[in-house]
């Protein structure tokens, strides 16, 4: 069964620093993942994916992501935070059957500091 | 340039009460989900539609029924609110399970059940 696991529920930068949110997975079978960003008050917006393409996915505002299979991760960066980061952010796997059910992590609070 | 709306927004129920939380999508997508969001939890799954005419539970179903009622709408009712059901709802719709597109999300239902 697949699972995700974010380690972190906040995590805090100042601004121009280095962002890293952490995700690792588990699946059964080659895994397709997914980091979103969540607004206050908003839907889930996706940032990037992964589906076996290049190892290293670049995603909208300057995200980047890279999937690490020896270390079943896929850490979510940014080298420079900006104020408008913050947000609430959460890595998903899709599940193993072909309906498209994503499996979520518990999510990642990132503020940023000024 | 909608996406997936749905209605409504905001809604208080007393202990009992009944209620359909409604989700339309205009991107001729196949399948569509449910999902409800707690602090700490992540999404968790209620129910999805892989296709128009289909149904299948999730990982939370129980206290919650679905209809998918074309290929555009698929609503969510709460028969008998409980506390528990608190949460917010979000509905989100991707072109079919089977291929790794993202799935789109609606805005959310903030639902409080007193």
């Known amino acids: 069964a697949q699972s995700v696991t974010q380690l972190g529920s906040h995590v805090s930068v100042s601004e121009g620093a280095l962002v890293l949110l952490r995700c690792n997975y588990s699946?059964?079978?080659?895994?397709?993942l997914f980091w979103y960003v969540q607004y206050p008050n908003q839907g889930l917006q996706l940032l990037l994916k992964y589906t076996s393409a290049a190892t290293l996915v670049k995603g909208i505002n300057g995200f980047e992501a890279e999937f690490k299979k020896s270390e079943t991760s896929f850490h979510l960066t940014k080298p420079s935070a900006h104020m408008s980061d913050a947000a609430e952010y959460f890595c998903a796997v899709r599940g193993s059957s072909n309906t498209g059910k994503l499996i979520f992590g518990q999510g990642t609070t990132l503020q940023v500091k000024p | 340039n909608a996406g997936v709306t749905q209605t409504p927004k905001f809604q208080v129920l007393k202990t009992g009460q009944s209620m359909t939380l409604q989700c339309a999508q205009d991107?001729?997508?196949?399948?569509m989900y449910w999902y409800r969001q707690d602090p700490g939890m992540g999404l968790r799954l209620i129910y999805y539609?892989?296709?128009?005419?289909?149904?299948d539970k999730g990982e939370v179903p129980n206290g919650y029924n679905v209809s998918r009622l074309n290929k555009r709408e698929f609503s969510l009712r709460l028969e008998s609110a409980a506390p528990s059901q608190t949460s917010v709802y979000f509905c989100a719709s991707n072109p079919s399970g089977g291929n790794v597109q993202p799935q789109h999300f609606g805005d959310g239902t903030r639902l409080s059940i007193l």
């Open positions: 699946s059964s079978v080659p895994p397709y």
């Open positions: 991107m001729n997508h196949n399948s």
């Open positions: 539609s892989a296709s128009e005419g289909t149904t």
